[in-house]
């Protein structure tokens, strides 16, 4: 069975400082999937990004960077030099290539405070 | 660009009653999902369908129904609230069923049973 777990359920840092969110995941599939989703405080969910299994390359978008791991289980998150706008709440999800309809399973989710 | 619509945003009804969550997308999808997600937890998946005419249970489906008779909408009924259903819906599409594919979400419904 497919398994998400984001250990750290807050974190609070100040503007300007950099933050790594952890994702590890568990999975019996070679071919799956794993997303990073943005929940800010007015509620809505909004995808970040998508990395296959079979590429391990880095990847960064702005302040933004993805390191993923297939040794250790996982797809964490960076972002650089915070700001308060990026204040939310995070979920990491994976999709295995033989689960029917696209059905991802779901972090718990780690809340994210930048304090000016 | 409406994307994928909830309706309502917030409600709150009494043990018992019944009502319609609404979700429509108007990005031609056929796949779409219903998830709740409860304080400081992540998603839980609903119920879900392939296309219209076609829906099947997730993870958490007792005390929810749903129907698809059309590609646009999804809605999701709970006939007998109970406390325990107080949690946020999110709605969700996605183009097809590859697992490959990100999920296209509503804004959410807040629902409270008193």
């Known amino acids: 069975a497919q398994k998400v777990t984001q250990a750290q359920t807050e974190i609070s840092v100040v503007e300007k400082e950099d933050v790594t969110l952890d994702c590890v995941y568990e999975t019996r599939d070679t071919t799956y999937y794993l997303f990073w989703y943005k929940q800010p405080p007015s509620g809505e969910l909004v995808f970040l990004i998508r990395?296959?299994?079979?590429?391990?390359q880095n990847e960064i978008s702005g302040r933004y960077s993805w390191n993923f791991q297939k040794s250790t289980s996982s797809f964490n998150f960076t972002i650089t030099a915070s700001q308060v706008v990026d204040s939310a709440v995070y979920f990491c999800a994976l999709s295995e290539a033989r689960t029917n309809a696209g059905k991802s399973t779901f972090g718990d989710g780690t809340t994210l405070t930048v304090k000016p | 660009n409406a994307g994928v619509t909830q309706t309502p945003k917030f409600r709150i009804l009494k043990i018992g009653q019944s009502m319609t969550l609404q979700c429509t997308q108007d990005m031609n999808h056929n796949y779409m999902y219903w998830y709740r997600q409860d304080p400081g937890m992540g998603l839980k998946l609903i119920y879900y369908s392939v296309g219209a005419g076609i829906t099947d249970k997730g993870e958490v489906p007792n005390g929810y129904n749903v129907s698809r008779s059309t590609t646009e909408d999804f809605p999701l009924r709970l006939e007998l609230a109970a406390p325990s259903q107080t949690s946020v819906y999110f709605c969700?599409?996605?183009?097809?069923?590859?697992?490959?594919?990100?999920?296209?979400f509503g804004d959410g419904t807040r629902l409270s049973i008193l």
């Open positions: 990395r296959n299994s079979f590429d391990e």
């Open positions: 969700a599409s996605s183009y097809s069923g590859e697992s490959n594919q990100p999920q296209h």
